[in-house]
């Protein structure tokens, strides 16, 4: 073959191909790349993917992938390197069109490859001034803009002619300087590649980014009009750039100094224009932040849900839409709702965002608002049917039932008309494979006709994918579900089974039964209607019975009510600065005659907020408070010359450091009985859940783990957004969980504890159990013994020995404290080891510890490393066989030799008896002197043998 043929075949086969797969991977990307309007656009679009390839992984696109392997083969296979010279002309742009395929797929390192090669192998090929724009865009995708931004100008010095390559260099220098915050220098490149591009579509991207650029410098005049110049292309421009041209300009219209007709009807027209369909969730928006901004909140709210209603892809559109709902909720005082909306904006939002962090912080802030309003909303309406008369009561709910009525008429009517509607498709499309079928059976030359009856079944039996797949009855489930409500309406639940039609099971003949449904039919419809049974919530007595009828219930309803109204006083005055709708509330709450409680701090804060919005009713609410309650710490601060001074020095920040001085200190009782008026006295203010915790740590020490955890649960849910509270839900997650698990005798025991439980500790019986632990400890100077008092419940404490470090130890003290004369201890004393010790206390189980349980194993130690085996040395035993086996060789030896003499047997008798006193146990004291007090109670051989063991 000659070397004009494989030019031709490169050019016209290899690389053809390969052309055409990149043009379809580069029309996909195009397609699937969504441009953010909310940000400056980039030039080249493309969307560029976080996650990296790994080796042998898979391609994103097969069209790239074709286009690579295009190349890779017109260089392998048609390259003719001959003498070092290439003398194929059309391996420049098989090395080009391989670059190009890498930087789609998003291998830069690849692709710059490549161009570099290009760009030393073939200087003089005729592609060399795309190649090396394309080696820029690839270094700018690998953040190398300033070596892009140098190379791209000396590139600009080589071009002669100012033809697409010229834009094409400028359009990317542009993207270079934008990426460096050089935007003076980008607005010029800019327009030249406006000026030189041959595409529409790139003409109007590039004049869009030049509007955008002028936006970001603060030059409104030039953004609108290069906005404008986007306009002006009309059908020439993308549709979504003309209409976001409109939307930029609308941002910056004056709603206060500007043409408002005009504006209306120019989005008025945008509206109607059928092109603008799929723009209409930003033309809605739009013009919803136009009525939003001349304060005319029903007009946005209805552009807003009109803009929601589209279900843009936009998120952030979506999510602007619920923010700006929420916000005119929010400035109408209409927390609830607001709420809603902001948990719909946050789904919206990226929660990587500061946005999003500021709308969950502020949705915090409004979660105790939902939930109060919500019990004040309740509880008053029940409280108020409560008020009425049994006649007035009967009254409303008639009302109500009959509005019900109404409501569930419609609604059942729409719902029959959606089944009719279902059911005539179904029908439809029943007949349509009738006809189908008719057709195929009178066609002579069907296949199913013509099919042996011994052939298999058609195998595409079944449903089908195709549009008639629900024409078959059972497989459309529409008309499936219609059918079984139409059943259950007429027949009711049937079970399974022979004579199914029967109600009782009973034997009724079919012309029976048909008969009794003639004679059913042709009776009064208004008999009919009066034998129908009536729904519950169709009747007064329904609700009217779920009404509250004890007074204790009545109470419980008002006392919940009037906190709500409360808190709520708080939360608007402090959190929201709402000091009207502050006032309000608390002064409903007045009126409701609350528990003492809530009175004084209700009227010292309506007297905080008069003192902003009307001064002489805060006058009046001083006075009042001074008269009525002149020893209140209110009344103090507000007699005070130096309020500040006297509310800090009672302040309670102050108390509670006290109250938690005393805690560490164990003052138990002292603290649980201050922490309880400590709340009643500052209910409402913030630190009540630091109250309210120190109480439940208070509880769990004196009451047990079960009351701990009951008190736990009541901070964790009454104040969920302090830290407080969520310190009591993560003690509830895992602090309680493990202590729950705890179990006796589960841990091998290190030391161990005598404990004697006494009720009364100034009874002096106990008084005197307690000098007698005093003195054994003090003249115990062997070990070291400490005693203590330790509260175990409520009403019972221990008195407790501390420092045995064994059970034997611990019981032979008791021995001596029973037996001893000094001592003469009667009480029942308790062993028990500080592991064990610790759960009691915990959980308040000393009853069961005395129960007899089975003993549980402790987990094995953990072998330490064997030390090295040292040499022992020899004791009396073994001199003595020593001594012995020495003379019995000295006698074979000798056997004149005389026999042992006496002082031989004598040294043998002193060494038995060393051996028999190493058996008995030492004794620190001669036994024989009565006084003597015993370091241990003589042992049994039964207790030698257990301690062995042991």
Same mark, same amino acid.
């Given at each position: ?62 069209? +790239? ?33 391989? /670059? ?30 795309e190649v090396k724009i394309w080696r820029e865009k690839t270094n700018m995708r690998m953040e190398n803009d300033a070596l892009a931004v140098t190379n791209l100008r000396k590139l600009l010095k080589e071009i002669k002619f100012k033809d697409q390559i010229f834009a094409d260099a400028n359009a990317t220098l542009a993207q270079a300087f934008l990426n460096l915050q050089e935007k003076d220098s980008a607005i010029a490149k800019l327009r030249l590649a406006t000026k030189f591009t041959k595409s529409d579509e790139e003409k109007a991207r590039y004049r869009f980014i030049l509007a955008q650029v002028f936006d970001e410098l603060g030059q409104k005049d030039s953004a609108y009009v290069a906005y404008q110049s986007v306009i002006d292309m009309k059908r020439k421009s993308p549709r979504r750039y003309v209409i976001q041209a409109h939307i930029m300009q609308a941002k910056q219209f004056n709603y206060k100094t500007g043409d408002t007709l005009a504006f209306v009807e120019k989005f008025k027209d945008l509206l109607e224009d059928r092109e603008n369909r799929p723009f209409l969730d930003f ?108 006649? /007035? ?272 200190? /164990? ?32 509880? /769990? ?147 069961? +510890? ?101």
């Amino acid at each position: 073959m000659n070397r004009e043929f494989q030019a031709l075949n490169t050019k016209f086969n290899v690389l053809y191909h390969g052309n055409v797969a990149l043009e379809k991977g580069v029309e996909d990307l195009k397609l699937q790349y969504k441009d953010n309007f909310w940000e400056r656009l980039p030039v080249e679009r493309m969307t560029i993917s976080k996650e990296n390839l790994m080796p042998g992984q898979a391609q994103k696109n097969a069209n +790239f992938e074709r286009a690579e392997e295009k190349a890779t083969k017109a260089i392998q296979k048609r390259s003719m390197n001959i003498d070092g010279k290439e003398r194929n002309p059309q391996m420049d742009e098989a090395h080009l069109l391989l /670059g190009k395929s890498r930087y789609y797929d998003q291998r830069f390192v690849p692709a710059l490859e490549a161009f570099n090669y290009v760009l030393y192998k073939y200087p003089e090929s005729d592609k060399i001034y795309e190649v090396k724009i394309w080696r820029e865009k690839t270094n700018m995708r690998m953040e190398n803009d300033a070596l892009a931004v140098t190379n791209l100008r000396k590139l600009l010095k080589e071009i002669k002619f100012k033809d697409q390559i010229f834009a094409d260099a400028n359009a990317t220098l542009a993207q270079a300087f934008l990426n460096l915050q050089e935007k003076d220098s980008a607005i010029a490149k800019l327009r030249l590649a406006t000026k030189f591009t041959k595409s529409d579509e790139e003409k109007a991207r590039y004049r869009f980014i030049l509007a955008q650029v002028f936006d970001e410098l603060g030059q409104k005049d030039s953004a609108y009009v290069a906005y404008q110049s986007v306009i002006d292309m009309k059908r020439k421009s993308p549709r979504r750039y003309v209409i976001q041209a409109h939307i930029m300009q609308a941002k910056q219209f004056n709603y206060k100094t500007g043409d408002t007709l005009a504006f209306v009807e120019k989005f008025k027209d945008l509206l109607e224009d059928r092109e603008n369909r799929p723009f209409l969730d930003f033309i809605n928006h739009q013009v919803a932040l136009f009525y939003d901004g001349q304060n005319n909140d029903n007009q946005a709210k209805k552009y807003y849900n009109a803009s929601l209603r589209i279900k843009s892809e936009d998120q952030y559109l979506g999510a602007s839409n619920y923010r700006n709902l929420a916000d005119i909720y929010f400035d109408n005082a209409k927390y609830a709702t607001a709420g809603k909306y902001y948990d719909s904006t946050l789904v919206k939002l990226d929660a990587r965002t500061r946005e999003h962090k500021f709308i969950k912080k502020k949705r915090e802030n409004l979660e105790d608002v939902i939930k109060y309003e919500a019990i004040a909303q309740k509880n008053d309406s029940i409280l108020n049917l409560v008020a009425l008369s049994e006649g /007035g009561r009967k009254q409303y709910f008639e009302d109500y039932i009959a509005k019900l009525k109404i409501a569930d008429e419609k609604a059942a009517t729409e719902e029959k008309k959606r089944q009719e509607l279902a059911e005539r498709l179904g029908n439809s499309g029943a007949n349509d494979v009738a006809s189908r079928d008719s057709k195929s059976s009178n066609n002579p030359g069907n296949k199913e006709q013509s099919r042996s009856p011994m052939a298999p079944p058609d195998q595409n039996f079944g449903p089908r994918p195709s549009s008639s797949s629900a024409t078959f009855y059972f497989y459309n489930p529409t008309t499936v579900s219609y059918g079984k409500n139409e059943f259950r309406k007429k027949w009711g639940n049937r079970a399974l089974q022979d004579n199914w039609r029967l109600s009782a099971g009973q034997s009724k003949t079919v012309e029976e039964v048909a008969d009794e449904e003639a004679v059913a039919d042709k009776k009064d419809p208004n008999l009919k209607e009066m034998e129908k049974p009536v729904e519950p919530k169709y009747t007064t007595d329904f609700y009217i019975s779920q009404l509250p009828k004890s007074q204790t219930e009545i109470d419980e309803l008002a006392k919940e009510r009037n906190f709500a109204y409360y808190q709520l006083g708080l939360i608007y005055k402090e959190k929201f600065k709402e000091y009207k709708l502050a006032a309000n509330k608390l002064e409903q709450l007045l009126k409701n005659n609350p528990e003492e409680r809530l009175v004084l701090p209700s009227m010292y804060h309506l007297y905080k907020i008069y003192e902003i919005i009307d001064k002489d009713k805060a006058l009046a609410m001083k006075n009042q408070i001074i008269s009525k309650y002149p020893e209140s710490r209110y009344a103090q601060i507000l007699n005070s010359s130096n309020p500040s001074e006297t509310a800090l020095s009672q302040s309670p920040e102050t108390r509670y450091a006290n109250l938690y001085t005393k805690y560490e200190q /164990g003052d138990l009782f002292t603290v649980l009985e201050e922490t309880e008026s400590a709340i009643d006295q500052y209910t409402g203010e913030e630190i009540v859940s630091k109250f309210e915790l120190l109480k439940a740590h208070t509880v /769990g020490k004196l009451k047990g783990l079960a009351e701990y955890k009951k008190a736990l649960n009541f901070v964790a849910l009454n104040y969920p957004n302090s830290s407080e509270g969520k310190d009591a839900e993560q003690l509830l997650a895992k602090n309680i969980p493990s202590m729950e698990k705890l179990r006796f005798d589960a841990e091998p025991a290190k030391s161990w504890k005598i404990v004697y439980k006494v009720t009364n500790e100034t009874d002096p019986k106990t008084k005197i159990l307690i000098d007698k632990f005093k003195k054994f400890t003090s003249e115990r100077t062997s070990q070291k013994l400490t005693y203590s008092v330790d509260i175990y419940t409520m009403t019972e404490k221990f008195v407790v020995m501390h420092g045995m470090n064994s059970e034997v130890n611990a019981n032979d003290i008791i021995t001596i404290l029973k037996d001893y004369k000094d001592y003469k201890i009667a009480e029942p004393l308790t062993v028990i080891s500080n592991e064990n010790y610790k759960i009691v206390q915990i959980k308040k189980n000393f009853e069961e +510890f005395l129960q007899p349980r089975a003993k549980v194993e402790p987990a094995p130690a953990i072998p330490e490393p064997v030390a090295p085996v040292e040499e022992e040395k020899p004791n009396a035993r073994d001199k003595a066989k020593e001594r012995a086996k020495a003379r019995e060789k000295q006698k074979e030896e000798q056997p004149n030799m005389r026999p042992p003499s006496s002082d031989d047997e004598e040294e043998e008798k002193n060494e038995s008896k060393e051996k028999e006193s190493n058996k008995r146990p030492s004794r620190l004291r001669n036994q024989s002197d009565p006084n003597a007090i015993p370091s241990l109670q003589p042992e049994t051989k039964k207790k030698q043998e257990e301690n062995k063991k042991s």
